[in-house]
C-alpha cells in the first residue's frame, strides 16, 4: 500500500549537526601564489603598455588603471582569505559532504551509494605542499560531482580507500 505520511520538519537533522573538518592551511599557499602569479603577469602587462602606447589619453588614465588593479588585488585577496576559513567538509556513514564560499555558501553533499568512482590528482604545486585533490564522480555526464581541494594526500589517500570500500561493499 503506497503512503505519503507528511514529515515533521522538527524532527530532521540540521547542518549544524554535522562536525565539518577545515581542509589544510596549506592550501591558502598555493591559492595565494596562484593569485600572485596571475596579478604579477597583469601588473607587468600594464607596465609594458604604458612604455609600448605612444597614446596620450593611455598616458593620462594609466596611473587610474594601476590603482583599480592594485584594488582589485587587495579586495579579491582579503576575499580569497576570508572565503577560504569557508571550505570544509564531512565524510559521513551515507555521504560525502563539501561546504564552501563567503557570500554565497554552497553545500554539496553526495551519496555513497551514487558514487560512480573516486580519483586523487595532484598539480607540480600540490605535490610540493604535499596535498591533494579528491575528486568524486557519479553516474551520469556531468563530470566531477564534488571535488575536495586541499587534502593532506595521506587523508585523501585515507578517505578515497574508505569511499572505494564503501562503494564495493567491503566496508
Excluded at 25 to 38: C, G, M
Excluded at 165 to 171: A, D, L, M, R
Amino acid at each position: 500500500m503506497f503512503t505519503n505520511q507528511q514529515i515533521d520538519l522538527e524532527t530532521l537533522p540540521t547542518i549544524d549537526d554535522i562536525v565539518f573538518k577545515p581542509i589544510s592551511k596549506r592550501y591558502l599557499k598555493i591559492i595565494v601564489l596562484n593569485r600572485s602569479l596571475f596579478y604579477s603577469l597583469l601588473f607587468s602587462a600594464l607596465i609594458i603598455a604604458k612604455f609600448m602606447v605612444e597614446a596620450v589619453n593611455f598616458h593620462l588614465v594609466f596611473w587610474y588603471v594601476l590603482w583599480g588593479v592594485v584594488l582589485v588585488c587587495i579586495i579579491d585577496v582579503v576575499i580569497t582569505v576570508l572565503a577560504f576559513k569557508k571550505r570544509k567538509y564531512a565524510i559521513r556513514e551515507q555521504d560525502v559532504i563539501y561546504s564552501k564560499g563567503l557570500l554565497v555558501n554552497s553545500i554539496s553533499a553526495v551519496p555513497i551509494s551514487r558514487i560512480q568512482h573516486l580519483e586523487i590528482s595532484r598539480s607540480w604545486l600540490a605535490r610540493k605542499f604535499n596535498l591533494a585533490t579528491l575528486k568524486i564522480f557519479t553516474a551520469g555526464e556531468s563530470g566531477i560531482d564534488l571535488s575536495i581541494d586541499g587534502l593532506n594526500y595521506d587523508e585523501a589517500k585515507q578517505i578515497n580507500d574508505f569511499l572505494s570500500g564503501k562503494v564495493n561493499g567491503t566496508n
